[in-house]
């Protein structure tokens, strides 16, 4: 429970981001501001056709104007690995997925518009730029694939010739009897049939990417600056399958982070290009990228196509689910790309619901487009958004109440294992609907309604429900379902002579808080001030190994593991302590940073017991060694699985198409909660994320490759004015049962339930006013919304 201290006061209490004072005061340390002495600048240069075959480069001219160091071709690499893909993915019928190399240069052959053809590295980004114009290249321009229905026609020209087609895996998950899912369907008394899309997304965090390569030829160390969300993973990538360097020889360092939201997690070929001119080039190496390179280069999200029906009884149980989907992969896979339409997103397709069978199938595609990986929520959003809208499109056709239809079938009874392989191990879906029904004024809309007809507008409620599966564990279980690497994380809890403490962490903060929240749960549990406790993260060369920050998964997995090694350092101080008061271990108590004996007034502070430590007059060194510093690696046992509900209110204009969100409303369950103020923000930013997808943002391309919305010109951000005053609340809490903190994740479920709701909400108000609509596909653009409405 929060506590009475809004300022301070360990878990549940919401003292102010301590981070936010340099961000705001403009003294963060971002990779761009990082410069090291002598260091060149690399320009790239860019491939500005979808497929091409590269018949020849000529550098001579660029090679010779004033500021060159040395010019890459694809041929510098040829000896090298190229981007590993991080997850394997076994199809229907027993193969293995078709895993393309990906080259950090082009290899020959040009798969998408931005990818590298070229890099010139120089004394200045200026001259690196001039040159790279100079370059001469000879192409073939190949045929462009990028429809993926075409792309699986049997006469389609292939992204790979090296590979039999664009067809990366064929999945099926859940009920794979096709027989037994087709006689749910016939005997089911009403099927509803639903076509649609999850539009393709660009993240564009804050802060494009930027790397610096820097190489020591003194101890024969590379350091790596960039802005990853993973800096360990990029590591272990680069080292072991690209660059093929000893890990103990590389340092890779992740300082402040301005947003990721996904796509900084992977590792892309500017770090390894960066890391490896660096000693070819005999100086450290800087890439900054642009906004307009950031569309083309970094790891697009979603862009799923998919068809879903829902089976129903009499009395309008579900009995039945099937969903088809195509996801498209881009032209190469990306770190964690084939997991995302395949596990992160078949296993969530039973929802909140016991819907008894479920089958689902995707195919994967490889298109002439920018790689598509993980982007906020990854997989479980494409899930939710197309459960929840085929049900709202059920209920229309039952003339059923939405929210009825959806308590009706809610899971209830916990733990609960689903058709598709999870075991939901706690929740309370009715409570959540409950509060929602409050805290979005449900009783009130008839007569918001009424009002906004009188104003001559269309007014629509959209209800929808999400559960996410956080953490991404245990590591055997993703191992056997294709991960390549462990999903664990890891902390390092280092007590100073003084009391003070250092917290080493694997998890990375970009945004999340983690310099706040993380110290409250260590501070709480030793009963000392949190500003006592310092965050250490982003530095493979001082933190332990960890899997980084995505997936919602940092206080769950490695909170988790700050608390086991904090566990260490209690247990072996309350030794030291009861060596000081003459008593036994297990009678020492530790509350409010005192150490006492039970049943009586001896005590000692933890300031005294941690210079004990160091300075170890007062105990004797064969029990126990000098120092008090402890480190845990926690492997969870299950996923956490936040839920909630949320409702959205729009007007629409029917003159014009114009969308207004007017009210929202998120009631959540993400179990404990340690820092409140940071979970409201985080879930305002997933609702913004969400409101952008739905009405506004959509990567396009054209026949022949090219990305119609490659600027802010073209690709709509939301901006304040598109979002309202949210109304959240994550009262309702059913603790994680298999974590320490009991907590499940909350930074992904905004973005996760806000899509759903809103299309429900225009379709409803569509509907109200007399329109036959039964679906938009995103982004519902006033152009879509009045096409739509006139027919």
């Not at 809890?493 to 903060?509: D, K």
Request: include cysteine.
């Amino acid at each position: 429970m929060p506590k009475d201290n809004p300022n301070g006061g360990g878990i549940g209490a919401s003292p102010k981001r301590r981070e936010d004072v340099r961000f705001l005061t403009g003294a963060g340390n971002y990779t761009d501001d990082i410069n090291v002495n002598g260091q060149a600048y690399v320009h790239f240069l860019r491939a500005d056709v979808a497929h091409a075959t590269i018949n020849s480069i000529d550098t001579s001219a660029a090679a010779e104007m004033p500021g060159v160091v040395k010019i890459f071709t694809g041929a510098d690499f040829a000896e090298v690995g190229g981007i590993p893909c991080g997850w394997g993915v076994t199809d229907r019928h027993g193969n293995p997925q078709q895993e393309p190399r990906h080259p950090i240069i082009a290899d020959g052959t040009i798969r998408h518009v931005g990818e590298i053809v070229a890099a010139v590295v120089a004394d200045t980004l200026e001259q690196a730029r001039d040159a790279a114009e100079a370059i001469e290249l000879d192409l073939s321009d190949k045929p462009a694939v990028v429809n993926m229905a075409a792309a699986l026609a049997e006469d389609a020209t292939k992204v790979h010739e090296d590979l039999t087609s664009n067809l990366c895996y064929d999945w099926v998950f859940g009920n794979d009897d096709d027989d037994a899912v087709q006689a749910a369907f016939d005997s089911a008394a009403h099927v509803t049939t639903l076509e649609l899309v999850n539009n393709r997304l660009v993240a564009n965090p804050m802060e494009p990417r930027v790397a610096i390569g820097d190489y020591s030829r003194g101890t024969d160390e590379y350091t790596l600056h960039t802005t990853s969300q993973n800096p360990h993973v990029i590591r272990l990538l680069m080292c072991a399958f690209v660059l093929g360097l000893p890990e103990h020889k590389v340092r890779v360092v992740a300082p402040d982070v301005g947003g990721g939201f996904g796509s900084k997690i992977f590792h892309y070929a500017e770090e390894a290009f960066c890391t490896h001119a660096a000693k070819a080039c005999g100086r450290a190496v800087k890439w900054t990228s642009t906004r307009s390179e950031a569309f083309i280069s970094d790891a697009h999200g979603r862009d799923h196509v998919s068809k879903i029906e829902l089976a129903l009884d009499a009395d309008n149980n579900f009995t039945a689910l099937r969903t088809n989907t195509m996801a498209n992969m881009g032209a190469y896979l990306s770190t964690f790309s084939t997991s995302v339409p395949s596990y992160l997103h078949g296993t969530l397709m039973a929802g909140n619901y016991k819907t008894p069978i479920v089958q689902v199938n995707v195919k994967t595609v490889f298109t002439n487009t920018v790689p598509v990986d993980a982007y906020r929520g990854a997989g479980r959003p494409e899930a939710t958004y197309q459960l929840e809208r085929v049900i709202d499109k059920a209920a229309r056709e039952l003339g059923a109440d939405p929210i009825a239809l959806r308590r009706q079938n809610f899971i209830t009874e916990f733990p609960y294992e689903t058709p598709v392989a999870l075991t939901y191990d706690t929740g309370d879906y009715v409570a959540t609907m409950d509060k929602l029904e409050e805290v979005a004024d449900v009783a009130g809309f008839a007569a918001r309604r009424a009002e906004s007809e009188k104003n001559g507008k269309l007014r629509g409620f959209g209800v929808n429900c999400y559960i996410e599966a956080c953490g991404i564990a245990p590591s055997n279980i993703v191992g056997m379902l294709g991960a390549r690497a462990g999903l664990y994380d890891a902390a390092t809890v280092r007590v100073n002579a003084t009391g003070s403490i250092s917290v080493m962490v694997g998890a990375h903060s970009h945004g999340q808080g983690h310099e706040t929240s993380f110290p409250q749960v260590v501070a709480d549990m030793i009963g000392i001030d949190e500003s006592m406790v310092d965050i250490v993260h982003g530095d493979t060369g001082r933190v332990p190994f960890g899997m980084g920050t995505y997936g919602s998964r940092s206080i769950a997995v490695c909170g988790s593991a700050m608390v086991r090694a904090t566990e260490k350092i209690i247990s072996k101080a309350k030794k030291i302590a009861a060596h000081l008061m003459e008593a036994s271990d297990a009678d020492i108590e530790l509350k409010d940073g005192q150490f006492t004996v039970a049943g009586t007034d001896k005590s000692v502070a933890w300031g005294d017991v941690c210079l004990t430590a160091y300075v170890p007059h007062n105990y004797p060194l064969e029990e126990l060694e000098p120092g008090l510093e402890e480190t845990a690696f926690y492997d969870p046992a299950n996923f956490t699985y936040p839920a909630g509900a949320y409702a959205c209110e729009v007007e629409v204009d029917p003159d014009t198409g114009k969308v207004t969100i007017e009210r929202f409303a998120a009631a959540d369950d993400f179990g404990n909660i340690i820092n409140p103020m940071i979970v409201d923000g985080q879930v305002h930013g997933g609702l913004g994320q969400g409101i952008g997808q739905a009405l506004l943002e959509n990567a396009a391309y054209d026949e022949d490759g090219q990305l119609l919305s490659a600027s802010y010109m073209d690709y709509a951000m939301p901006r304040a004015d598109d979002v309202p005053f949210y109304q959240v609340d994550h009262s309702c809490q059913t603790p994680c049962t298999h974590n320490p903190l009991g907590v499940k994740g909350c930074g992904e479920a905004g973005a996760i339930g806000s899509p759903p709701a809103v299309v429900n909400a225009v379709i409803d108000a569509l509907q109200s006013g007399g329109k036959n609509v039964t679906h938009i596909d995103m982004p519902l653009s006033p152009s879509r919304v009045w096409m739509a409405m006139n027919g």
